[in-house]
């Protein structure tokens, strides 16, 4: 099975990598870090040297690297069995005082780099009638919070690209699923001051991922809700 993972050179997107390579599945990784990706193809390739790594940098948050990124796994020539959209970005603020242009990144990173990527890709999918599509929601997607501002309203909007997903692919036997992560303890939550107990691992999340990504062709994971167990933060 080959998994290619976007955001994969870190926290949940690297976690997925994990997860799926310990399972011997075959990686196609996307980053925009060349340092760290390289880094973390090698720490699985060393680890798993059975499986084929492949992996190369762009930033999925422009649009024409998010459709080039899709030509260059095409050109690979392998079958895309899941596609996990993880790439995402986080800027903190509230409506009435965040940086101006907050939305338009948060949506360039949380939105369109899914859309162009996924669709650049879906044509072989599609002819393939076969496919797994997993979208990094958030919980943030359908509960507001403060401080979650822009970031928050493209999440909302990548759960309605993910939906609006679902219902055009059943035809094509292609399954989507949306997962919803609370708090989960990544570098990104490492300086909050919370204590990492208080928060998810995230293994829980890929954990997930890789199990509805096993249910036979007949069933679908629609969507994937994880909170810590104390509730949100």
Same mark, same amino acid.
């Given at each position: 099975?080959?998994?290619?993972? %976007?955001?994969?050179?870190? !926290?949940? !997107?690297?976690?997925?990598? $994990?997860?799926?390579?310990?399972?011997?599945?075959?990686? $196609?990784?996307?980053?925009?870090?060349?340092? @760290?990706?390289?880094? @973390?193809?090698?720490?699985?390739?060393?680890?798993?040297?059975?499986? %084929? #790594? @492949?992996?190369? &940098?762009?930033?999925?948050?422009?649009?024409?690297?998010?459709? /080039?990124?899709?030509?260059?796994?095409?050109?690979?020539?392998?079958?895309?069995?899941?596609?996990?959209?993880?790439? !995402?970005?986080? #800027?903190?603020?509230?409506?009435?005082?965040?940086?101006?242009?907050?939305?338009?990144?948060?949506?360039?990173?949380?939105? #369109?780099?899914?859309?162009?990527? &996924?669709? &650049?890709?879906?044509?072989?999918?599609?002819?393939?009638?076969?496919?797994?599509?997993?979208?990094?929601?958030?919980?943030?997607?359908?509960?507001?919070?403060?401080?979650?501002?822009?970031?928050?309203?493209?999440?909302?909007?990548? /759960?309605?690209?993910?939906?609006?997903?679902?219902?055009?692919?059943?035809?094509?036997?292609?399954? $989507? &699923?949306?997962?919803?992560?609370?708090? %989960?303890? @990544?570098?990104?939550?490492?300086?909050?001051?919370?204590?990492?107990?208080?928060?998810?691992?995230?293994? +829980?999340?890929?954990?997930?991922?890789?199990?509805?990504?096993?249910?036979?062709?007949?069933?679908? $994971?629609?969507?994937?809700?994880?909170?810590?167990?104390?509730? +949100?933060?």
């Amino acid at each position: 099975m080959n998994v290619v993972i %976007t955001g994969a050179s870190k !926290g949940l !997107g690297k976690s997925i990598a $994990v997860k799926f390579a310990s399972a011997g599945h075959n990686l $196609v990784l996307i980053s925009r870090n060349p340092r @760290t990706l390289s880094d @973390t193809a090698g720490e699985l390739q060393l680890a798993h040297p059975a499986i %084929t #790594i @492949t992996y190369k &940098t762009f930033d999925l948050s422009n649009k024409q690297e998010a459709e /080039a990124a899709g030509k260059w796994i095409l050109s690979l020539e392998q079958p895309i069995d899941i596609l996990v959209n993880n790439a !995402g970005q986080f #800027i903190p603020g509230s409506v009435y005082n965040e940086p101006d242009g907050a939305l338009e990144e948060m949506l360039q990173h949380n939105l #369109i780099s899914a859309y162009h990527l &996924t669709r &650049t890709v879906l044509p072989s999918m599609i002819n393939r009638k076969s496919g797994h599509i997993f979208n990094m929601c958030s919980i943030a997607s359908f509960q507001a919070y403060p401080n979650g501002g822009a970031y928050s309203i493209s999440k909302f909007a990548l /759960a309605g690209f993910s939906r609006n997903l679902r219902e055009e692919m059943k035809p094509f036997g292609i399954k $989507v &699923t949306s997962v919803y992560p609370g708090a %989960t303890y @990544t570098d990104s939550w490492a300086s909050s001051g919370i204590e990492a107990d208080r928060l998810m691992e995230a293994a +829980d999340v890929s954990d997930m991922i890789f199990a509805a990504s096993q249910l036979s062709l007949r069933a679908c $994971v629609e969507d994937i809700i994880l909170r810590p167990q104390l509730g +949100d933060i």
